[in-house]
């Protein structure tokens, strides 16, 4: 709550929800994302502070994007393990497109 007080532009609120802060929502690029390359890898769904909600797992332990519960925070970015990133924040309103996510 100091946080909410303390901030000069009134940024935060008590009661904001994750739909109102979110600036983006995260891709993952299968074509070099490790799983999907049969390498175990789960740093991203470890940074994400909202994992098994906004990063979740197939079956086959593929991760995927689920996107209303993520907010496009980009600590998922920062964590994974191939250069480049095999992950990507997308902004709203951005005409950029990263590759598609074939859903589970
Ligand atoms: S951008 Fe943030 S909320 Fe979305 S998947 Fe990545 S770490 Fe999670
Ligand atoms: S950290 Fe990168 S390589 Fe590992 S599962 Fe996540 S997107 Fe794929």
Redesign the pocket.
Known sequence: MHCIDACPTGALRPGTTRRQVAIGVAR??QR?????QGVV?????RACPFSGEA?RHDALGR?YVDPPHCVGCGL?VH????EP???HVEPFGSKRRFPRETPP
């Open positions: 993952i690029d070099t994302c490790l799983p999907f890898c789960r740093a991203c769904w990063i991760p998922c964590a994974c393990l191939t990133p095999s992950i």
